[in-house]
């Protein structure tokens, strides 16, 4: 029989075909998915989140007066974090002196039995500060004193030549209803090379120590554009007396992790917060801080703005000292 060869070349050249397309589809590479890895801030807040530190938690029962403390000292291990020289003139009986900046390293060293931390300072508001700082660290149940050394003894008073009137009658102090909260703000930027939750925060902790992070009223009712300004009272007091203009009214428990509270804060501008006396503000000021934001605490609250409108949360003079050590 004759061989037909173009029959014989089709066939080859199909088969060649049907082996090189076989070959083609073996070698094609698998398409994986990108990995997304977690940031900083992610990592940070689920740790913080998955450990208690939330802002509601962390600013739970933090502040307790010098009523309290006073006959008690022997309960507590009392950090003033004020200068040298001021502690030396007075303070409350036992209580070490250590830098604000070494508070952390200063209660791991020397309270050797555990005992709750209190923190004095000036006012109340750097101490808030510190115990933000300590409670990230382990010590729950550090507490600030109340006004500070201020409302300790007389002769450490910084508190009655911080109070102001300014913004009765100013104009950007408003009566205006809230409004609305902010929402899907892109997370702030923390840069380290750490990928560790206890790591990360643990860094963040230096960075409130780095320095006290307030501002004072007048700069800010003077441009209150130029910031976010949160008011951390209750509705019914922003209605009794108004507030900085533009301001948010931020609810406590309304900044936390769990519940995306966060969405509301942009990165991109200084956070702003203020409560009656600067002590609160604090707080949560340091909390925000260690997330990453840029936050200052207004100094002296409501007491540096609207001192004469107060009808409560007011600061008051002391008549007579609490027993001191020199």
Known sequence: MKLDWRLVLVMVLSLGLMVGCEKDDDDDPIVEPPVVEATAFEILTEYMADNGMDADAVI????????????????????????????????IPGAVNSAYADVVTTVEAQNTSDLPVLVACYSGQSAAHAVVALRLSGYTDAKTLKWGMSGWAMQFDSWSGAISSHAVGHANWSTDAPPALLSDNDDPVITTDLTDGAAILAERVDAILAGFKGIASVDVIAAPESYQVNNYWALTDWEHYGHIAGAYQVAPGTLTIANDGLDILDPEMTIVTYCWTGQTSSMMTAWLTALGYEAKSLKNGANSMIYSELESHKWSALTADYPMEQ
């Open 60 to 91: 739970a029962d933090w502040i307790t007066t010098a009523a309290n403390i006073s006959g008690n000292e022997a309960n507590y291990f009392i950090l003033d974090i004020r200068s040298a020289d001021k502690y030396a003139e007075g303070h």
